[in-house]
Every structure is written in C-alpha cells, then in structure tokens.
C-alpha cells in the first residue's frame, strides 16, 4: 500500500500525459499555470477524461482527475455572479462525467464509474477589522480611510464554500492554495472540516521558506487532533528542509509547491 501520493498539476493534454507516465497517482487539471491555474475549458476537461481512461487500469473505478474551477484571477474573492458562474461550471462537468459514463454503457464497457473523482476550488473574504470600534472617532473625523480600514485579514468566506460545496457533492472537494493568503490558519482548517473540505494544498504560506516547512509540521498536528480526517502533505521545494511527517507530493510542471491532504480514503485504507 502506498504511503506517499504523487499529484501534478497540469494545463496541457501532454503535460496530463507525461505525468501518467511518470507515475503521478492524481491529476490536477487546470489552464494557465503562469498565474496559478485556472478553470479549464469543458472541451480540455472532455479531452483528458478520454486520455485518462485510455491509459489508467479500467479496474480503478474513479478516474483520480481533479478539476480546477477558478473564473478569474489574481484574487479569490468572488462577486455574487461568478459564484454562480463556478456553480453552473461544476454543473457542467458533472454532467460531461454522466454523459461520458452513458456512452460507455452503450458500448458495454464497462469499469469505469466517474470520470471525474473532484474540484479544487477556495473562495476567500477579509474579516472585520477589530480596531474599527476602537478609532471610530478618527474615521468619524475624515482622519483615516475608512474603507481601507475596515478591510481586514483574508478568511475563508464559509457560505460560498458551503454553495460549492454543496453542488460539487459526491465528488471530493479540495481547498487550493487560497489557504496561503490565510492569516488565522489554524481558525481556517477547523472552519474548511466543519465545512466538509476532504484536503488543502498549502505551502505553509504564501511565502517559500524554511518556515513553511514547520507551519505545514504544525497544521498537520492541529488537524489530527481536532479532526478525525487525516492530513498529509509534505514539503518538496529545496527551499524547504523541514518536512513534515505528512505522506504526500503536489507538484505543477512549471512551480514545485507542496500538498497538505485530508484523504478520508488514505485514513480508511491505513487503519489497523
């Protein structure tokens, strides 16, 4: 039984295929990795659907292929309307999954019960800032810009993850890198389980160091101990020498980054 999982990003039909050849046991398929991928397109997802079912053992049930859905970029806070955009776009692909599944038991080929096994996604909000009461004074007088203010720290917005969530089910669902931007992480991680989140990919931070290494370490406890989810991840950049001892790799063709995993499946496969 494999301890350590391999999972590679990729935004190309042959970056999918060389990394099924190179031994990656889970994709992450997304486009335009130069700024951290992004929705890929229904036709790219339906073309590695097929490329993955043509190479992956038919006895393996759910194709490991994770599905990116993220509409715009830099941020990940997202307006009422491209919420709804990413609901109608998981929608989509779970329909391209069913379509495909039919197909196959036209042809009477069987094996094969998804295509699909999950989404990456995370949308972000900023928290009040809790020195708005104490200095109300000074933004009542035009001293200070109050807007700016107001804006605090980025937290997970919990009611959009619930949307997601909510339309992605059965499939997995996994907290992107989002999670770096997070101020309070170990508040976010409780709040990401409570909400259901299998995993979350995370660096550490938002920042490559050697401190990243003993921020995963130390998330990784936090959620063993307050979760009966498992974490895994592991750190892999060279920048990095402090590994956690958590089983797992997430690595993009262009960007070597780190993943911090809730595998319920890991966990029911591993337990004495």
């Known amino acids: 039984m494999k301890t350590h999982l391999l999972e590679v990003c990729v935004d190309s039909l042959d970056g999918l295929r060389n990394a099924l050849v190179s031994g990656a ?11 951290g991928g992004m929705s890929p397109s229904l036709e790219m997802v339906s073309a590695a659907m097929d490329v993955m079912d043509a190479v992956v053992n038919q006895e393996v049930e759910t194709l ?22 990413m609901v109608s776009y998981i929608d989509a692909v779970k329909k391209l ?19 699909v096994s999950g989404f990456v996604f995370g949308c972000l909000s900023r928290e009040v800032n809790p020195l ?5 004074p000074m933004l009542s007088d035009g001293m200070m810009d109050d807007a700016e203010l107001e804006r605090g720290d980025w937290a997970v917005d919990e009611q959009q993850m619930k949307s997601l969530i909510d339309a992605c089910k059965p499939y997995s ?9 997070i101020a309070d992480k170990e508040k976010a991680l409780k709040a990401l389980w409570e909400l259901g989140v299998d995993r979350i990919l995370t660096s550490g931070g938002s920042s490559m160091t050697m401190d990243a290494g003993r921020r995963t370490k130390r998330l990784y406890g936090k959620a063993r101990s307050t979760s009966k ?10 920048l990095q020498k402090s590994k956690s001892s958590a089983p ?6 262009k960007l070597l980054v780190c993943l911090l995993s809730v595998r319920k499946s890991w966990v029911d496969s591993n337990t004495p």
């Open 25 to 35: 046991d889970r994709i992450e398929l997304c486009r335009s990795l130069d700024v």
């Open 64 to 85: 490991p292929l994770q599905i990116m859905v993220r509409p715009v970029e830099p941020s990940f806070e997202y307006a009422a309307s491209l919420l709804s955009e």
């Open 97 to 115: 999954n069913d379509e495909k599944l039919e197909s196959r038991m036209i042809k009477a080929e069987g094996g094969r019960k998804n295509f």
């Open 132 to 136: 708005v009461s104490c200095i109300q």
């Open 173 to 181: 669902t996994t907290f992107h890198r989002a999670f770096d931007e």
């Open 229 to 238: 989810q498992e974490i895994v991840g592991q750190i892999n950049s060279p």
């Open 248 to 253: 797992g790799g997430h690595f993009t063709i």
